[in-house]
């Protein structure tokens, strides 16, 4: 695994190789990366990662300086699972200067769920994201990057910001990996306490009853979203747990489902000071 950390040693070394398939991560790397990672080496001639924790979609009260960084075990994981070039670049290489160019995601997308909880996240995203693909793909022809559907909105955010900007990458999703218990798999969930870590599944298994609660509701689920959601934010609410938000959505738009809409249902809560976010479908 050839590991670079500038864009012009990126650029030199993916010029003469085929099309990248291409992962991004913040490095802490777990099993959910790792799936990811092989199924890029399916997909691509040149499977390509990259590791930055991205300052730019960190709110100032935020875990930046205390985020995980395994920088040794991330690159035998990486290796191990046929990752051909690690890009790491470090904090000067992707922003030598002050990046006041950014790219604005689309607000009806982007402004909320995670975006109401977390102004400027997706901003912050769109920004790595966009410089971090200029840097993967640049004279490339066509390319394809894969998100996991974990991050559920910002798949769709990525995807929107591909699609506008006509960028040539086909942008794949990967299912969530879970832990056997169901919670899913998130660098984040290091920061749980054994207590806490017994009791994270919760928080799937509330998505699961919300799911079920809409998909029962049927027709009637526009009337009865917010006392469904309701309900479901004050068991868990009940349970220990400070939710963000619980939420029944169009799988297509986001926005409150309209009859016959395809669903997903969003979560995000805070146990003890560990911030999780988990979806399914339904
Ligand atoms: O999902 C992540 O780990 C990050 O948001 C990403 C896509 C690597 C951008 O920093």
Same mark, same amino acid.
């Given at each position: 695994m050839h590991i670079v950390h500038s864009i012009s040693d990126l650029r030199a070394v993916l010029g003469p190789l085929g099309r990248p398939a291409f992962v991004p991560t913040m490095g802490n790397l777990h099993d959910g990366h790792i799936a990811l990672m092989r199924r890029a080496v399916q997909l691509g001639e040149v499977p390509v990662a990259s590791i930055f924790v991205n300052r730019l979609q960190f709110l100032p009260h935020e875990d930046f300086d205390s985020y995980p960084r395994t920088w040794e075990a991330d690159c035998e994981r990486l290796a191990a699972a046929g990752?051909?070039?690690?890009?790491?670049?470090?904090?000067?290489?992707?922003?030598?200067?002050?990046?006041?160019?950014?790219?604005q995601p689309d607000p009806l997308l982007?402004?909320?769920?995670?975006?109401?909880?977390?102004?400027?996240?997706?901003?912050?995203?769109?920004?790595?994201?966009?410089?971090l693909f200029c840097a993967v793909f640049a004279g490339k022809a066509q390319g394809v990057a894969v998100f996991g559907q974990k991050d559920?909105?910002? /798949?769709? &955010?990525?995807? =929107?910001?591909?699609? @506008?900007?006509?960028? #040539?990458? !086909?942008?794949?999703?990967?299912?969530?990996?879970?832990?056997?218990d169901g919670l899913a798999l998130s660098s984040r969930n290091g920061y749980l306490s054994p207590a806490e870590r017994a009791q994270a599944v919760q928080l799937s298994q509330a998505l699961r009853a919300l799911g079920e609660a809409a998909r029962a509701a049927g027709e009637a689920l526009p009337a009865r979203l917010a006392d469904l959601e309701h309900a479901a934010r004050a068991q868990l609410d009940?349970?220990?747990?400070?939710?963000?938000? /619980?939420? &029944?959505?169009? =799988?297509?738009?986001? @926005?409150?489902?309209? #009859?016959? !809409?395809?669903?997903?249902?969003?979560?995000?809560?805070?146990?003890?000071?560990?911030?999780?976010?988990?979806?399914?479908?339904?």
């Open positions: 990752c051909q070039v690690l890009f790491a670049p470090r904090e000067h290489d992707l922003y030598p200067e002050p990046q006041t160019f950014k790219v982007a402004d909320l769920l995670e975006g109401q909880f977390r102004p400027g996240f997706f901003t912050g995203v769109c920004t790595v994201v966009m410089k559920y909105q910002q /798949l769709m &955010v990525v995807r =929107r910001m591909v699609q @506008q900007f006509a960028l #040539p990458i !086909d942008i794949v999703a990967a299912p969530t990996e879970r832990a056997a009940a349970s220990g747990w400070q939710t963000d938000y /619980l939420a &029944v959505r169009s =799988r297509r738009t986001l @926005q409150a489902p309209q #009859p016959g !809409d395809a669903l997903v249902v969003l979560g995000a809560a805070r146990l003890g000071t560990t911030r999780l976010i988990d979806n399914l479908e339904v």
